[in-house]
């Protein structure tokens, strides 16, 4: 009985070391995902499969405080947010919809600093120049500016990478988050040949998690896909506007801000 217990343990332990020496020979194959000392360039979150976005605004200058949540989904191919559309979503709040910070897509730098683990980020980047607006009856026309945008973040994050074969890896991120939002509108009801505008910003701090399954047909190129969950815990939100109708002076209303985003993306990696 003795005797057979301990083959069999010594059979379970020698499969075990031949699953993990084949596991490791897979991942660790010359220029295979996840070596040491690997530079790894990406472009997360190209398309968006589904995304559920949940904004919250809090108006702690009125008594008793005035909280505000927005939510929505969306489906997106490059770019997936109505920041810029809309007018305001209740009294007193920013126009522009229901933005969602964490949809643009984002170039992605990291590095293998030992076999299979990972540091590096994101860098996110957009802006608009403007416009205008016309609105025609008749022989007269209305021109008012379009919204001019700009939106800023950083991303940095650590990883892991599990290899599964050559075809397929789990690449484990997690990591901090910052946003920056601005947008800016000219205001049409100035008199007096004066002008003002209209200002909104929204900043947040947060946790990101964005496991992503990768599929590399080939040698140093993979496509990714999986799940990504954002949680913007700690930020403030400001609408500025001109008092007209001589607009020589401004108000600013200030909000806590904090959001949630989950979504399924897509996106693609290379490295060297």
Known sequence: MLSSLRNHVAAAAALGTILVATAANAQDKAGGFGEQGQFIFGADRLFSLFSYTSNQYTNTQVNPNQSVTITGTSMSLLWGTNALSGAANAPGLPAGGNPNIYAPPRLGFDYTIIPHLTIGGELIV???????????????????GSPGANTFGVAPRAGYIIGINDLLSIWLRAGFSYYNMNTSLSDAGCTGGSSGNDTNNLNVFGIDLDPQLVISPVNHFAF?????????FAGGASSTTPNKPQCNSTTTTSYNYNAINFSINGGMIGWF
């Open 126 to 144: 957009f802006f608009t120049l403007g416009g205008s607006t016309t609105t025609s009856q008749g022989n007269n026309s209305v021109s008012v």
């Open 224 to 232: 990714t896909a999986g799940p990504a969950l954002d949680w913007g």
